[in-house]
């Protein structure tokens, strides 16, 4: 994998194929322990000031973070300092950073790149930040590919007898899941957004935290455990109803 991109040569920083600008830490965290590995690694702008930045690598479960700054055209990390960034990497792919509590080595294996094959891992942190910023879905990146990704626990109203049991719920590009289980493979079911029509809060139900997804054959019903969870998974969901409807 090239740790460089084809952009402005002019700048090495530029040129970096993981350097995730304005990245923020959170940001970062979900990103690398979502979709990355042991020893992942990305260089976001610290909030600290210019030319102050932060080496983020995953270790096992956790991502642990590390002051860079640069130095006229050198980048200095703790008493060391190296010339330009390839250095920087080849040494610390070599040289572990430190041994985190339980005594493992954190070394620099592979970079997260900005640009990924697949936009949804991506976008999906994009989303979720924006979301848990409290903007609706009309804030969020107009020309985002409507990819974001969400996952969990939902009651669910059952087709035909109308009791109410408890599913765990993935939702990827276009396809919504419901397992019996968070454990399970298999989903019971799998709904497909692009025939969806809409997605709204429902105060029809002797339930709290109530929305409903409109399909020609049915309507399903969901509640979440809060109401806050509730709005993430309506503001999410209607985001893709709306980039679904702008590719029409």
């Avoid at 000031?49 to 130095?71: E, I, P, Q, Y």
């Avoid at 969400?150 to 396809?175: P, S």
Wanted: aromatic fraction near 12%; charged fraction near 25%; charge should be neutral.
């Amino acid at each position: 994998m090239s740790f460089y991109s084809d952009e402005d040569t002019s700048d090495e920083l530029g040129t970096l194929g993981w350097y995730h600008h304005d990245l923020s830490r959170h940001a970062a965290e979900a990103l690398l322990l979502s979709n990355g590995t042991d020893g992942s690694y990305l260089l976001r702008n610290s909030n600290e000031g210019l030319d102050c930045f932060a080496l983020s690598v995953r270790a096992k479960d956790s991502v642990k973070h590390f002051h860079v700054t640069r130095k006229d055209s050198s980048y200095v990390f703790g008493f060391n300092e190296f010339a330009n960034l390839h250095d920087f990497v080849y040494h610390f792919a070599n040289q572990p950073l430190l041994g985190s509590d339980s005594g493992t080595l954190i070394v620099l294996k592979s970079p997260y790149p900005l640009r990924v094959e697949e936009p949804s891992i991506y976008e999906s942190v994009r989303v979720h930040t924006a979301i848990q910023s409290g903007r609706t879905e009309k804030d969020l990146v107009a020309n985002a590919p409507s990819l974001g990704t969400k996952e969990g626990y939902l009651v669910k109203q059952g087709a035909f007898v109308k009791n109410w049991k408890q599913r765990w719920f993935t939702l990827n590009r276009y396809d919504l899941k419901y397992f019996k289980d968070k454990m399970d493979e298999e989903p019971i079911r799998t709904l497909d957004l692009r025939a969806c029509s809409a997605v709204q809060f429902d105060y029809s139900q002797d339930r709290v935290n109530c929305f409903c997804m409109v399909f020609p054959e049915r309507t399903f019903y969901l509640c979440s455990k809060s109401a806050v969870e509730g709005d993430e998974w309506i503001k999410l969901l209607r985001w893709k109803l709306s980039q679904l409807r702008k590719g029409r």
